[in-house]
């Protein structure tokens, strides 16, 4: 009895799931002309506004991380998002260290939001200088680029959901990868916010939430900007999300918002994969694993295999691919568009 009740509800949830799911509304493609026209090239070339101050070593606990910091807050705080910082002592190899995850939230009442997240600590090499480009540079630019480019949608009261991006700290090891020695910030922050309450909001039914439970879904992004990249689908539960992805990304590319170094007739180069199947299904280690555990939605967005960059001297300016950072950074703009329902053709039904 228990368990035909139990497959009923589980039925029901599936329904509403759907329901939910398939409520997505793409965006008309003068929507997305729109959102294209909106970047601004200067910002995220590696000497640009967003991206060149990204580009120095960033390690946890030093100078250069906090000046990274101050750069990525006095950006959102301009912008008057909510800006808090989870600062924390841990033990590393090398000593305790000072970390510090920022944390910036658009439409704070909203019950729940989407969080977008990347890590801006850099990782710590004894005999060169690694800046971590790809590494991730690149993906808080984006971010930075996301919010700017957004802002002036999202004070509207059509907004779907709050809007958060998360920048983690600490996420690389100091010496070497193990649970002990590494996601630091993340491990911080998801045991922080599954003790805090929150007030229920009237789309709960549960008496109480936590601020885990109040995350629709993290989009993590890693290792991003370089050429070649292919991303796989990871997860089941955020299936619909990478399908859309990668259906925006085709939209984008027939509607002549995609760029393209190569000749006109070349293949453009897409990033999504919905065909192919992930190698590293389950097994990649990154700043989603304390979410994931404690049951967030995580659609985790890292190029497998890694950029062939990753983890070296070479992960540096030289690697960054201009038009891949360009798409990249219209595609996450009109996936939170389309996600978040804004209006960006000014008050008319979409
Ligand atoms: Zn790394």
Redesign the pocket.
């Known amino acids: 009895m228990y368990r035909l009740q139990r497959l009923k509800l589980q039925s029901l949830l599936l329904l509403w799931w759907t329901a939910i799911t398939s409520a997505y509304r793409p965006l008309p493609s003068a929507a997305l002309d729109k959102l294209t026209s909106l970047s601004v090239n200067e910002r995220l070339l590696v000497n640009g506004s967003f991206l060149a101050p990204l580009l120095v070593p960033r390690v946890a606990g030093t100078e250069n991380n906090v000046k990274v910091r101050n750069f990525i807050k006095d950006r959102f705080e301009k912008l008057n998002w909510k800006v808090e910082e989870d600062k924390f002592v841990d033990d590393t190899p090398l000593g305790q260290k000072e970390f510090s995850n920022i944390i910036v939230t658009k439409n704070p009442q909203y019950a729940s939001r989407l969080v977008l997240a990347a890590h801006y600590d850099s990782?710590y090499y004894e005999h060169f200088e690694f800046i971590?480009a790809t590494?991730s540079s690149v993906p808080c630019a984006i971010l930075l680029d996301v919010a700017a480019t957004l802002d002036q949608y999202l004070d509207t009261a059509r907004v779907k959901s709050g809007l958060q991006f998360i920048f983690f700290d600490g996420?690389?090891a100091f010496v070497e990868w193990s649970d002990d020695d590494s996601i630091y910030g993340a491990k911080h922050l998801a045991e922080k916010w599954e003790k805090q309450v929150v007030p229920t909001g009237k789309y709960h039914t549960s008496k109480q939430s936590s601020m885990l439970d109040t995350i629709e879904v993290m989009v993590l992004l890693d290792l991003l900007g370089a050429s070649n990249a292919k991303v796989y689908n990871l997860f089941r539960s955020t299936s619909w999300l990478f399908e859309h992805m990668g259906d925006l990304e085709h939209r984008l590319v027939t509607t002549g918002n995609w760029r393209h170094d190569g000749d006109e007739f070349d293949e453009p180069d897409m990033i999504f994969d919905t065909q192919g199947v992930d190698m590293f299904h389950g097994q990649i280690q990154d700043d989603h694993i304390p979410f994931l555990i404690r049951g967030v939605n995580v659609f985790h967005i890292i190029p497998t295999p890694f950029p062939r960059v990753w983890?070296s001297i070479h992960d540096n300016a030289d690697a960054v691919d201009a038009t891949v950072v360009q798409n990249l950074a219209v595609l996450f703009r009109c996936f939170t568009a389309e996600y978040l329902e804004l209006d960006v053709l000014g008050h008319q039904e979409l």
């Open positions: 990782k971590g590494d996420e690389e983890h």
